[in-house]
């Protein structure tokens, strides 16, 4: 399929029109459109009132709400009915009430599997989990000296075996935001439940670049950052039914207030959540300035749907505009992807850097590229890069104990630069002639 010009999206960002940056620290988050600026905007003139009331500006702030949620069940999966999903503020947010719900029911015999090369945000939830229930922590960690496989499958299989029986949650990340190779999803849960073991996937750095399949994956848990998809600073963790329905037949304890935990009905009207499944698991409700414009990201992925032309399969409505979004998305990012990976092998084949995570441009990654300069600082390429007019940064990228794992030293970390959709070859071939005469 022939992608569009990366010109057809980067009219709908309005930062990237008024700066002749070149963005490229999208892993850290990303812009957004001018369709979610406007729907923000009308939100707050319009409706910004509470939920439930019934007159009519509170009928239109459940109708967005509502809409929102509908949206983020279709970025979850291809089969939204599968589960539902938690709004929330941050995913390390998500993930610590989701371990919260776990300390609850995990006890001393049982065991969690935790990848070393997650986000701490998938980390460290866990490894307060295990401390507080007495349920024994395994790592898993990645295999190859630059971290090139991010989740072997073999090792887990190791780790499941070693324990029978007692393995009852996996926590690893989708793609790690440090090394940006993608992780097998299907086949790591497939081996987990055949273990009798549930999985909670850290989707932050695979979900702006691709389409999201968490039934199909099989995950039982799936969490990603809205401000890193082309939203708000808000977060998503989607769960399938069957994993919440065990969470709570095992004694765990929702966190909201009791009568609503109890009855699963609150105050608020049905349009505002009662009775919905999420209900007793976000305590205050989601961020309704939020749910506008995760509306207005669905204004811009219908935009650049478009350019697909008529959808062509049997997905519709939500569902197919994302699918039809993403698929665009991942045909535009295959060049900018392939040309770095390209010069950093190249580079890291004439001994001037060492580079981080899988070799090649393809499918097995993701445009995320980190590296750690073999002759100066990631501070002084960074600088560099900055001085060209490039955004990217240095850091441990709070992967910090997988930084210590494969050794990188985490004060100063690795130069990462990261692309989405939007950026453009020309940027790209900046960036590489920035870091070219640091690397000099």
């Not at 610590?96 to 001393?108: C, D, E, R, S």
């Not at 070693?162 to 793609?175: C, D, M, Y």
């Not at 691709?210 to 848990?221: T, V």
């Not at 309704?288 to 811009?300: F, M, Q, S, W």
Request: hydrophobic content about 45%; glycine content about 8%.
């Amino acid at each position: 399929m022939a992608a569009p010009d990366a010109s057809a999206a980067r009219s709908h960002f309005p930062a990237l029109n008024r700066s002749d940056w070149a963005l490229l620290e999208n892993a850290g988050g990303s812009q957004v459109p001018q369709q979610l600026i406007d729907s923000v905007s009308a939100y707050f003139a319009s409706s910004y009132v509470q939920l439930g009331a019934g007159y009519p500006m509170a009928a239109a702030a459940d109708a967005t709400v509502a809409s929102a949620r509908r949206l983020i069940s279709a970025m979850a999966s291809e089969s939204p009915e599968s589960g539902f999903c938690l709004l929330g503020a941050s995913s390390t947010t998500l993930l610590n009430g989701l371990a919260a719900q776990w300390a609850q029911v995990l006890k001393p015999g049982d065991a969690v599997v935790v990848a070393t090369a997650g986000h701490e945000a998938n980390v460290g939830c866990w490894t307060r989990a295990c401390e507080q229930s007495g349920a024994e922590l395994l790592w898993w960690h990645p295999s190859g000296v630059d971290g090139e496989d991010t989740a072997p499958l073999d090792a887990l299989e190791a780790l499941l075996s070693s324990r029978p029986n007692a393995v009852r949650l996996v926590a690893f990340p989708h793609v790690s935001n440090l090394l940006g190779g993608v992780s097998d999803v299907a086949a790591a849960a497939a081996l987990a439940h055949a273990h009798g073991a549930r999985v909670v996937v850290d989707s932050v750095a695979f979900a702006p670049h691709r389409r999201l399949k968490a039934a199909e994956w099989g995950a039982d848990w799936l969490v990603w950052s809205c401000y890193k998809v082309y939203g708000p600073h808000a977060a998503v963790l989607y769960g399938s039914n069957e994993a919440w329905a065990g969470l709570r037949a095992a004694g765990a304890v929702p966190p909201n207030h009791f009568f609503i935990v109890q009855s699963g009905y609150g105050v608020a009207a049905p349009a505002a959540g009662a009775g919905s499944p999420w209900y007793p698991y976000e305590p205050g409700g989601p961020s309704h300035e939020a749910c506008a414009a995760l509306c207005g990201t669905r204004a811009y992925l219908a935009a650049l749907a478009a350019h697909r032309g008529p959808f062509q399969d049997s997905l519709t409505g939500d569902v197919g505009l994302v699918s039809a979004a993403f698929e665009l998305m991942e045909a535009m990012e295959m060049p900018l992807q392939q040309r770095m990976a390209a010069y950093l092998e190249e580079q890291a084949a004439a001994g001037r850097l060492r580079m981080l995570g899988p070799r090649g441009g393809g499918l097995q990654r993701v445009p995320t590229f980190s590296f750690v300069p073999l002759h100066t600082t990631p501070d002084a390429v960074v600088a560099a890069c900055h001085a060209a007019r490039v955004a990217c940064r240095s850091g441990h990228m709070y992967a910090h104990r997988l930084c210590t794992r494969i050794g990188v030293e985490t004060e100063a970390g690795a130069v990462r630069v990261s692309a989405v959709h939007y950026n453009t070859v020309e940027e790209v071939e900046r960036a590489i002639a920035a870091i070219d005469a640091a690397l000099s």
